[in-house]
Structure formats: structure tokens, C-alpha cells
């Protein structure tokens, strides 16, 4: 047998390939086993009993008297879900009456999403997070969670939020894909999901049964490990501390910024004030990457500064962070707000210019303060969002 120079090279690209092959096979089943294959058209409709934010439990079965049933997949997070909602008001509204059936089913695992991810969005996709949108929207569908096991999603297997499915009567699948062919609802002129829904319910062919879907992926749980990162990279953040006298708080109340500004005003000692950081920090991570900012400023004297700082590092609160540069704190608290009567915590959201959206003498209204934010921003990489948090 002859072993030459071109053998060798053979045997050991060979060798590299298995080795490559041994590595790669591995990972493309796991990602497959991580992202579902969406059901086949023709499929006959999964089973599933699922709760709602009603408090009841939802199965198929409890649909059988509709003709049609549309199962539609969406997000409370995702902002091309969030712009999306009114139309799924709208074809609710449209087809509940002519014999179609609807459910809104809530795919995500919570633990899968980052805070940088929440740049849009006032609440995330726990359970809990569905009972307030659903509320607060005043959606008129069952909205069911399936973010625990995921077991339902799975075997549906929507792309993105929002994803929709169409069955007949005899739930067999006759269209899977997006609502309609753009989510700038201006632009929007075919109207997919209601083609199909007429057309079921006509008895005739659905022209086209399936489109791709544009939204937010599903946050299937092996996403948790993006979370893990995002977290371990919060800890990496510098934290540092500013002196800051008279004439920055005035500046800070101006707010000369292209920038909506959360002010707030804490120290050390005051309970309340150590209690609600997280929730200032919370605020910062998601909405950082936007027209945002957050400062703190400590109330301590200037020389308590260790103890603030020994606070903000356990905090890891990279955000900007102010410490009276005197001990005449009462000059610093009025140079900032002259009617403020000192006690703490003490926060102001404050527009581009100066103008007060929010303030507070105590604990902030989280949800609240989320959704002023967010209404104050101007349409930015995603137009529609400043209409959607202003309706």
C-alpha cells in the first residue's frame, strides 16, 4: 500500500472533517430540539389546556362550535407584538360574531429574556406581566400562558411574535404565518390572516398558506443562558461617584439634555430609598440604549462617601451617581427643587428641556414611570411605538 504525500493529506482532511462532523451534528440536533419545526399545513390542530389571565383554563375542545379557530402566538415584551395588538382588537371584533373562534396564546419564557431586550416595553412575559397589558389594554380574547413548560408552543412551533394559525372546522391547519404583509400599519395592504379566515369559512382554498412572519423570535427557555450573560456583564460595570454641588443640581432640573432624565434622590440610611434601587437600576438597563438616563444622588454628606459607594457596588450601579459636595445639603436639595421638603426618596422624570412628566416624594410608581418614559420617546428605530404609548 502506497503512503505518500497525497494519501496523508487525504487521511488527515478526513480526519478533520469526522472531527468537525462530531461537533457539528451535535449542536445542529440541539437546535432543532431548541426550535421547533412550525406545524405542517394540513396538520391536525395540537391539544392544550392552558390558563388564562381570566383566571379559567382554555382547551380546544372548549372551541368546538366555532368554524373557524384562529390561534394567534404573541408577546407582551416585543414591540412589533405591541403595535399589533390593536389589529388583533380590531379582527377579533370583526369575525367573533360569524363563527370564528380566537386564543392568544403567550409563548416566552420569562427567564429567557434579557433587559436589553425591554427597551419598548413597560412589563416582560411572566404571567403576571400578561394580567396587567391584558388589563390595562382591555384585550376582549382569552390570553393564555404557556412561558412555563412551553410544552404547547413547542408543538405548534411559532417563529415570532406575533405568529398566526387558521384551522377549519375540522381543525386541520389551512394558513400559518403574520397577520398581515407590514407592521407599519400604514403600509399594510394585504391583509393575510383575514384573506384566510374568509376564505375558510367560504369553504374555498386559502390562496396563500403560508407567509413568513417578522416580530421578536420566541424566547424558548435555553435562552436563559443570554439572561445569565447579560447579568454577569452587569457586574463587570464600573461604578462611579460624582461630587456635585449647587449649580449641577440646577443644571440637573434644566435637563439641557436631548435625553428624558429620572432623578432620584436617595441616601444610605433611608430604608424606602435602598428598598426601590433595584427598580431605578431595572429602569436603566432596559431603557439605557434610548434617549435615557438615570442619576441618583445621595443625600449622605460628602463624608459618608465610602458607605455610599460600599451601597452603589453591591448594586452595581453603573449609572450616573451624585453625592452632595457639601455639608450644606439643604442649599443642594433647594438649589434642585425649591418645594421639595427634603424627605427622601425623592425622584423627577424630567423631558428634554426642563418640563416635569413625574415626581414623587416616596417610592416610585414603577409601572407608571415605565409608561411615561416610554411615551416620552421619540419614534426612534421602530416608528409606531411613540402612537402606541401615547394612545
Known sequence: MHYGPRSTTNFRTRCLIRAMLA?????????????????????????????????????????????????????????????????????????????????????????????????????????????????????????????????????????????????????KLRYQGRIDNNPREAYAKVPDAKNAIEAVLAGRPVAVEKTPSVGCSVKWAYKQALQDSEARDFEKELVKIELAGPEEMKKLRKNPTDKTLLVNFWATWCGPCTKEFPELLKIWHMYRKRPFDLVTVSINYPDEEKGVRKFLESQRASSRSLLFSSKDIYDEMAAFDPEWNAAAPYSMLIAPGGKVLYKVQGPIEVLKVRRLILASFPDDDYVGQNAYWNR
Not at 416595553?121 to 390570553?143: N, V
Request: charged content about 25%; aromatic content about 12%; hydrophobic content about 40%.
Open 23 to 171: 461537533i457539528l451534528i451535535p449542536l445542529a440536533a440541539a437546535f432543532a430540539a431548541d426550535n421547533p419545526p412550525t406545524l405542517a399545513i394540513g396538520a391536525q390542530a395540537p391539544e392544550f389546556k392552558l390558563p388564562g389571565v381570566d383566571g379559567k383554563a382554555y382547551t380546544l375542545a372548549d372551541f368546538a362550535s366555532s368554524k373557524v379557530l384562529v390561534i394567534i402566538f404573541t408577546a407582551v415584551h416585543c414591540p412589533t407584538a405591541e403595535v399589533y395588538e390593536g389589529r388583533i382588537d380590531r379582527l377579533v371584533a370583526e369575525y367573533r360574531n360569524k363563527g370564528v373562534g380566537f386564543v392568544v396564546i403567550q409563548p416566552n419564557s420569562p427567564k429567557a429574556l434579557r433587559l436589553d431586550e425591554m427597551g419598548y416595553t413597560d412589563l416582560g412575559d411572566s404571567f403576571e406581566d400578561m394580567q396587567e397589558r391584558a388589563a390595562y389594554r382591555h384585550f376582549k380574547y382569552p390570553f393564555l400562558y404557556d412561558g412555563e413548560t412551553q410544552e404547547i408552543s413547542r408543538k405548534y412551533g411559532p417563529t415570532a411574535t406575533p405568529h398566526v394559525f387558521v384551522f377549519d372546522q375540522n381543525r
